[in-house]
């Protein structure tokens, strides 16, 4: 069963955009998306919070997300989260099978 992990990293003067920057730049998002069972790794931010980026990380199983958790690039992303001092919200979600709301989803 998938999941997804949304992560809101929110900071001060910036430093949440510019952790994603460079996330992004140094490659590490990158090859977060290239790991086996990664679905999506995608930044967002909200139009009322410019100091908080929305993290959507998609996950084919929760196996998949372990041996993410087990990699080292986990020791690169906190070392980015501390040098930006950033703080973490973090809510997870699994898919709902039952999807009776598809009349009101316009594709």
Known sequence: MSLTINIY??????????????????????????????LRYDYFTPFDDKETVLLIDSWESREALDIHHASPMMAEIAALREKYNLHMRVERYIPDEDVGDARFIRE
């Open 9 to 38: 990293y929110t900071g001060i003067r910036g430093s949440a955009a510019a952790f994603a920057r460079e996330m992004e730049q140094s490659g590490i998002a990158g090859r977060i998306r290239a790991q086996e069972g990664n």
